[in-house]
């Protein structure tokens, strides 16, 4: 492989890299926020500690609402880098 084609490639990977990047930061902002809603004073991460905590927070359907919410997200952001 020639370094023109190695460079071409890259390129062409670059917005794949950028929303797997936005879509990390969305998923971990989605987590942050319900992680800190178990240590609120209505959550039980203060009494049943912080493994309990993960383990609450870390589900499958926890994990369906981040990824369909971050790709949501990506997408409207795109879109308004494109309008603005």
Not at 25 to 51: D, P, Q, V, W
């Amino acid at each position: 492989m020639k370094d023109g084609e190695k460079i071409e490639n890259t390129k062409k990977l670059k917005p794949v890299y950028r929303a797997i990047i936005e879509a990390g930061s969305i998923i971990f902002l989605f987590y942050s926020n319900l992680l800190m809603g178990e240590y609120s004073h209505s959550g039980l991460g203060n009494t049943k500690g912080f493994l309990w905590a993960l383990q609450d927070i870390f589900t499958g359907s926890n994990f369906c609402i981040a990824a369909i919410s971050s790709l949501v997200g990506y997408l409207g952001i795109e879109f308004l880098r494109r309008k603005l």
